[in-house]
């Protein structure tokens, strides 16, 4: 198509509104190999912390991308945008359709550009609580997940209203997240005390994965959990465990 051979339209895809509400906008890197064959390509969205760093995510992923010939796709989700600058995290209740925002990214991207229609997902720190509750929700749409060092969990229990809605009595759907490899990582020094949203205890972050760990392991669910020493509350270091842990997933996947 014409409109792919605009230089804004290869390689470093500088952020572009989202149509279905321009509040709201997206970052991508399209490797090289797209132009060099005519399959669709994996998808991998990366999604930002509390600092909003989506561009800066999705630039740590282009060595990435080149190596796996996939697409990058970074939302931003401003503060301010939709009320609570922390709603989408999406912790209950929705205020505002984060997962559904972010769904619609996707398939204006996939307008552009030729993508597999499930895609790879990252969050790190309040991208990492979005991530996990987006699979609840969506676990159909997700190859698999790699969940960055969240400051809270919604645990897959009876009495988390996330986890209802997304139909926890439903086996198929918990059969659905059972084909979804989970990767939970984490800095060995990333012991901020916080208040999980389940139980009204104080835990660190390494305590709040763990806890995830288990409920997952206790559905069936495939989950790795991984620390990495000497780092703290930083995604960038995190990077590279969960880009190993992703492009062992995708090798599998392209057999």
Known sequence: MRHLQKRYFKGLVPFTACKADPRFSYCAYVP???WQDNKALPLLVVVH???????????????????????????????????DA???????????????????????LGEQYRLEPCFYLFGFSGGAQFAHR???????????????????????????????????????????????????????????SLLSLNEPIRLDRKEILKRLQIHLDSLGIDVRYETIPEVAHDGFSLIPGCQSFLSN??????R
């Open 134 to 192: 987006f699979l609840y929700l969506y676990p159909s749409r997700i190859k698999a997940i790699s969940i960055a060092a969240p400051g809270s969990v919604s645990l897959p229990v009876k009495d988390d209203s996330l986890w209802c809605s997304a139909g926890d009595t439903d086996s198929s759907h918990i059969d659905k997240l059972r084909r979804v490899p989970v990767h939970l990582i984490i800095g060995e020094d990333d012991d901020l």
């Open 49 to 83: 912390g509390s600092a909003r760093t989506a561009e800066s995510f999705r630039d740590r992923f282009i060595e990435f991308a080149e190596e796996q010939g996939c697409v990058i796709l970074a939302p931003l989700f401003p503060v301010g945008a939709a009320g």
């Open 32 to 34: 090289e190999c797209y």
């Open 86 to 108: 922390d709603g989408y995290k999406l912790q209950p209740p929705l205020a505002f359709r984060y997962d559904k925002l972010l769904l619609q990214m996707v398939s204006e």
């Open 249 to 254: 997933v995708m090798r599998r996947n392209d």
